[in-house]
């Protein structure tokens, strides 16, 4: 299940997403907001999630079915320790 946090809050993300994607118009145009604050958000992924956009999914769901984030075609970013 997919998380929305900007990069600057991503970093308190749960350990379970290990990398992000960009939403669709990151980042002046985008609609998808962090969770946390009122930034622009990425779209974290699991392992699982991140095979599957590797396979070509882009539309992903989070943990409720309240909405979805279409991910752009730039490729998977590794969270930087």
Same mark, same amino acid.
């Given at each position: 299940?997919? +998380?929305?946090?900007?990069l600057?809050?991503?970093t308190r993300k749960p350990d379970k997403y290990s990398a !992000?994607? &960009?939403p669709i118009? !990151?980042?002046e145009n985008s609609a998808l907001i962090c969770g946390l604050c009122n930034n622009s958000g990425v779209i974290w992924l699991?392992?699982?999630e991140q095979e599957a !956009?590797?396979?070509g999914q882009?539309? &992903?769901?989070g943990d409720t079915n309240v909405a979805k984030f279409k991910a752009d075609e730039?490729?998977? =970013? =590794? +969270?930087i320790k």
């Open positions: 299940m997919a +998380l929305s946090r900007c600057k809050c991503g !992000y994607v &960009f118009s !990151y980042p699991t392992e699982e !956009y590797r396979s882009r539309i &992903f769901g730039q490729g998977i =970013n =590794n +969270l």
